[in-house]
């Protein structure tokens, strides 16, 4: 008596516990998103010593993927194409320069939502990784030979015009904002604002080096569409 008793407790103790569980699971389903995005970027490197420059447009697109299971919080990855670097700025003297850096980039970031079922606001937020899978110098003068032009300014750092780049993976996290408008159940458009703080050097940047921090970092603007496949 006392056995069937102690199970008939076990089976109703396990029911009370089981039930939540199966709300929330007929409440907060998973959903699956698959997505392309694309826009724009405005990138700095953080020199140190510095370096007078003004942001570099470029441009940035990619395919994402989002997992939520949460009523609130998800999973979002990426794999997005780059531009970054810097141009310099000479102020009133007639040179122009850029370096154009181009990254292949993998964001894991949590991606927390609200809102309602046809708006909704999110922050992206996580880790970085990247690799420079190539690079272009555009200038009107020879930035090779540039402490050697007769106009060129005397308070004016030209080491890392013609500096080679020794270090091609990046890392860094980055943080964003933005809104999303539900077109039916299975289709969304997006629009976000992000920036990302690199934390690797591009140069060498050891004692006996001459910069110690080459550092890029960028603001992004992009439109996305997405997909529900669950």
Sequence with gaps: MKAKLLIYTLLSVLAALSA??????????????????AGMSMARTSFYPSVRQQSLG???AGIDFRYAEERHVGLLAELNFTQRGWKEDFEEAPFEYTRRLNYIELPVMTHIFFGSRVVKGFINLGPQIGFMISSSI????DYRNAENLPDWPGNRRWQ????????????GICAGAGVEFNINRRNSISLEGRYYYGLGNIFPSSKKDYFSSS???SILVTTGYKFRIK
């Design 20 to 37: 939540p569980a199966a709300a929330a699971q007929r409440h907060y389903k998973s959903h699956v998103h698959v997505g392309v995005h």
């Design 58 to 60: 470029g441009f940035t």
């Design 138 to 141: 555009s200038a009107n003068f």
């Design 160 to 171: 890392q015009l013609d500096m080679k780049i020794s270090n091609r993976f990046d890392y």
């Design 215 to 217: 550092r890029g970092s």
